[in-house]
C-alpha cells in the first residue's frame, strides 16, 4: 500500500499559501513558497501520523484525488502503518506468536519511533502471511 496522502495549496496573502491535507483534518501547515510548502506537507504529516499512532487512534488511507499534491510520511511511521494495516484481525499476542517472539517486539514494530530493520520488517510481513515489496519513487 502507499501512504501518499493527498493536500491542497491555496494562497493565503502575497507571499503565503495554505496547506491542508485532505483526508487528515487536523494536518494542515503554511509556506512561502510550492516547495517550502510540500517540505512542511510532509513533516507535518509524519508529525500528525505519530501521534495518531502512538494514541491509538485510527488513520484513514489515502483517498484517491485529482490533487498534483501528494507526500508520504517517513519511513519510520510507513513501516508501523504497514505493520499495523497487515496485522488487522490479529491481536498483538497472535502476531507476536505468528513472529516467534515477544509481545513487546512484536508491539515496537508498530511504534513509529522505532526504525525496524529490513529483515525484522520483512519476517513480521511474511508471519502476517504477506509479501513485502519495496519501491523506489521519484
Not at 502507499?2 to 495549496?9: D, L, M
Request: glycine share 4%; proline share 7%; hydrophobic share 40%.
Amino acid at each position: 500500500m502507499k501512504f501518499e496522502y493527498p493536500f491542497t495549496i491555496e494562497p493565503d496573502g502575497p507571499n503565503d499559501h495554505l496547506v491542508k491535507f485532505i483526508d487528515i483534518e487536523e494536518a494542515f501547515t503554511r509556506g512561502e513558497t510550492i516547495e517550502e510548502c510540500i517540505f512542511n506537507a510532509e513533516e507535518v504529516l509524519t508529525a500528525v501520523l505519530e501521534c495518531r499512532l502512538e494514541d491509538g487512534k485510527e488513520i484513514p488511507e489515502p483517498s484517491e484525488s485529482d490533487s498534483p499534491y501528494k507526500v508520504a510520511p517517513s519511513v519510520a511511521v510507513q513501516s508501523a502503518l504497514l505493520i499495523r494495516q497487515a496485522r488487522k484481525g490479529k491481536t498483538l499476542a497472535e502476531f507476536a506468536r505468528a513472529m516467534n517472539t515477544s509481545w513487546p517486539v512484536a508491539q515496537k514494530l508498530e511504534n513509529p519511533k522505532h526504525y525496524p530493520t529490513l529483515r525484522q520488517l520483512e519476517k513480521a510481513i511474511n508471519a502476517l502471511g504477506k509479501r513485502l515489496v519495496l519501491t523506489v519513487v521519484d
